[in-house]
Nanobody, 127 residues
Framework: QVLLVESGGGLVQAGASLTLSCTVSGGTFSDYPVGWFRQAPGKEREFVAGISWVGDSTYYAETVKGRFTISRDNVQNTVYLQMKLLKAEDTAVYYC????????????????????WGQGTQVTVSS
């Protein structure tokens, strides 16, 4: 069983920065990609960023490209999401997720490709 725990959320003003962390336990961390998703009130969960098994490939939603950076530390079993120039529309609960390694294919931008989810961390950006 893979357990993911997010941290680092908070209340910030527009234009500020935050870094979220996702610590993963169980399984072999370097065996699977990790994604960050977010869900705002009344909206569907949406893809934010993803990173490949070894961290050599990263993926971003168009809405965060150039402002957010995803990275991973396979020694610390942690994935980070650095968020800069935050906007009010970035306000949401942010989740990290990992797929079951039994999956033969993972569409990293699709929530349905991920089997294990953290509890989420709230990010609120005031304008």
């Amino acid at each position: 069983q893979v357990l993911l725990v997010e941290s680092g959320g908070g209340l910030v003003q527009a234009g500020a920065s935050l870094t979220l962390s996702c610590t993963v336990s169980g399984g072999t961390f370097s065996d699977y990609p990790v994604g960050w998703f977010r869900q705002a009130p009344g909206k569907e969960r949406e893809f934010v960023a993803g990173i490949s098994w070894v961290g050599d490939s990263t993926y971003y939603a168009e809405t965060v490209k150039g402002r957010f950076t995803i990275s991973r530390d396979n020694v610390q079993n942690t994935v980070y999401l650095q968020m800069k120039l935050l906007k009010a529309e970035d306000t949401a609960v942010y989740y990290c997720a990992a797929p079951d390694t039994a999956r033969s294919e993972v569409e990293i931008t699709s929530p349905s490709s991920f089997d294990f989810w953290g509890q989420g961390t709230q990010v609120t950006v005031s304008s």
